[in-house]
């Protein structure tokens, strides 16, 4: 409907600027990130550079454009597969198998966001969000999960991190509010004191005893803090995905007898056994 109701400018313009992406992944596809030239894509097109630069300002506007949609691409793939009723250790491998599908189905835009950096280009700060937003589905089955000892130190640092950053404290309650309590508020995560402590909920900054706010039973049922149970999880799920995956997409698996997936199911089912996951 919004795409119809746009006048025939606008709709040129939305068409030359997918085209102009379409040229820029075949850039990336032969050459990474590197390969990227403003220039190539406009003789192709049959622009001139002032012409080309009406649609993207520079080769960081191009390629932030780029990673944009990959991220958003990406996040749509494991919001598909988080879908359904399953227990958290079966949601886990079809988020995991989510991630690996789409990375090895988009090998050169799932480099563009975990490959090596493009030299000399900083990301805006809004990918950041977008790159949360892929990993956000892993956050709900963490934070019902009974971390072990051996994770303690792990989880304490993630408390840490909850208790130092609101943007954190905002990406668990978004997609895991049981684990921050029913009356917490986006944003409001982070007030979350450390792990091993009290267990109670404080306000930022406040000083003195800390004093319950009905969040304290839903936040750390058994004794476990969620939101940084949940922060513990998703990080170790992304580091184990990212390791993985990317030795497969880079072709570092040629060669040697195992399925990538088997390996990656492999790595799931000791992080899901690590978290209790059922």
């Not at 640092?157 to 917490?184: F, H, I, K, N, S």
């Amino acid at each position: 409907m919004e795409r119809a109701q746009q006048g025939p400018r606008a709709r040129y313009r939305e068409q030359t600027r997918a085209e102009i992406k379409n040229l820029a992944l075949r850039q990336l596809t032969e050459g990474g990130g590197g390969a990227l030239a403003l220039t190539r894509i406009a003789k192709e097109m049959g622009l001139s550079g002032p012409a080309l630069y009406r649609y993207f300002a520079s080769r960081d506007d191009l390629l932030s454009a780029l990673i944009r949609d990959a991220y958003d691409d990406a996040a749509a793939a494991m919001a598909r597969a988080a879908r359904g009723s399953r227990g958290g250790r079966a949601r886990l491998h079809d988020l995991a198998a989510a991630y690996r599908a789409w990375a090895i189905a988009e090998p050169h835009r799932y480099l563009l966001i975990q490959g090596d950096p493009v030299p000399g280009y900083v990301a805006p700060a809004d990918t950041l969000e977008r790159a949360r937003a892929v990993l956000g589905p892993f956050l709900p089955l963490f934070a019902a999960g009974n971390p072990g000892p051996a994770l303690a130190g792990t989880v304490e640092e993630m408390a840490a991190w909850l208790a130092a950053d609101e943007t954190v404290g905002a990406w668990v309650a978004r997609y895991a509010p049981d684990a921050v309590g029913p009356d917490a508020k986006a944003g409001e995560a982070g007030n979350v004191v450390r792990a091993g402590q009290t267990g109670a909920v404080v306000e930022a900054g406040a000083v003195g005893e800390p004093e319950a706010d009905g969040r304290d039973g839903e936040a750390r049922a058994g004794g476990v803090d969620r939101a940084a149970s949940a922060l513990a999880g998703a990080v170790l799920a992304w580091t184990q995905l990212h390791g993985s995956v990317s030795l497969e997409v880079a072709g570092q698996f040629a060669g040697m007898a195992h399925r990538g997936g088997t390996l990656l199911g492999a790595h799931m089912e000791l992080l899901a056994d690590a978290f209790g996951l059922e």
